[in-house]
């Protein structure tokens, strides 16, 4: 089957913007993803059943537009965040959409990817997670794509764990961000530029937790530890400094209000329909036949094209 060899981005990226410091209370952040334990494992929180957690962890303080922790409002509306999105992204009206916490356990890098996108009447409520970022891959909804401003935000001062990016494409040379972190941030268009987290912890440790089961938990003890719950046995405990923290939010970004209001009142959005006839027409132009599917979200054969074809291009 013929795969995916070049991904075509949207015309420019948003330039990034560095933040330092990113919050002005820094240690009720802290304090915040310190309130959030237990932790669960990023399969377990995004539901998908039969994946490994790969010793990283999740929760999510905003969702929606709607902040879902107690206490994350200041951080979820944090100005500095909506001031750089403006200037990133050439917009008036910026939305926040979403925030989370990320904890990573010692573990080796991963590869550079970009973030699942967002497109007009096609999310994660309405689309199977596992078809947008081939959405994202192929460039063929990128008139329906809403730009979303990413910004993460670290604390964390132990080994490894670099943040890579690249703002003027993946030929270009890449930026890095390192340790020691605090209260430092990088807002970017993660949807479409490509970034990676580098290995975390010393190498001899990469392996520990990579077998770590769907519903394993990270837990902070009242001595300020962390211990790491599989199959209701404590498997490990590490010490605070060895898991690296993150704070990771997103926003809307429309270049005014009549933007806005297009997305509000669904007259752009993308259908289940129109998503089929999109991909079925670009399959048929590359010589790939492939069925309408009856149900898009659990038809195999059409997973599987889709997912073989607009797949990240090989060596990225």
């Not at 709607?66 to 909506?82: L, Q, S, T």
């Amino acid at each position: 089957m013929q795969t995916a060899t070049v991904v075509r981005p949207r015309q420019q990226l948003a330039p990034p913007v560095r933040l330092d410091p990113a919050f002005s209370d820094p240690e009720a952040v802290v304090d915040l993803i310190e309130k959030g334990s237990p932790y669960k494992t990023l399969s377990a929180v995004h539901k998908n059943t039969g994946e490994t957690s790969g010793g990283w962890f999740r929760n999510f303080w905003a969702l929606g537009g709607k902040v879902v922790f107690a206490g994350a409002e200041p951080f979820f509306y944090n100005p500095e965040f909506i001031a750089a999105a403006q200037q990133s992204f050439n917009a008036e009206v910026i939305r926040p959409v979403a925030m989370m916490t990320n904890l990573n356990l010692p573990a080796a890098g991963l590869p550079p990817h970009q973030d699942l996108p967002f497109f007009r009447g096609a999310q994660n409520r309405e689309v199977p997670s596992w078809m947008l970022a081939p959405m994202g891959y192929s460039s063929l909804f990128h008139d329906w794509a809403i730009p979303v401003a990413s910004a993460i935000t670290w604390f964390y001062d132990g080994e490894g764990g670099e943040f890579e990016y690249w703002p003027d494409g993946f030929d270009a040379p890449s930026k890095t961000e390192r340790p020691p972190y605090s209260n430092c941030c990088v807002l970017a268009d993660n949807e479409y530029m490509f970034h990676r987290v580098g290995a975390v912890g010393p190498e001899a440790e990469h392996d520990l937790y990579t077998g770590l089961g769907h519903h394993a938990r990270l837990i902070l003890t009242e001595a300020g530890h962390w211990q790491v719950e599989d199959e209701g046995r404590i498997v490990a405990e590490l010490e605070y400094s060895k898991v690296r923290l993150s704070v990771l939010w997103k926003g809307y970004c429309f270049r005014d209000g009549a933007e806005a209001a297009a997305y509000d009142d669904h007259s752009r959005d993308l259908t289940t329909d129109l998503i089929i006839d999109i991909f079925r027409s670009d399959l048929a132009a590359r010589g790939i036949q492939v069925k309408r599917p009856e149900d898009f979200w659990t038809d195999a054969d059409w997973k599987e094209t889709i997912t073989t074809v607009y797949g990240p291009p090989s060596g990225y």
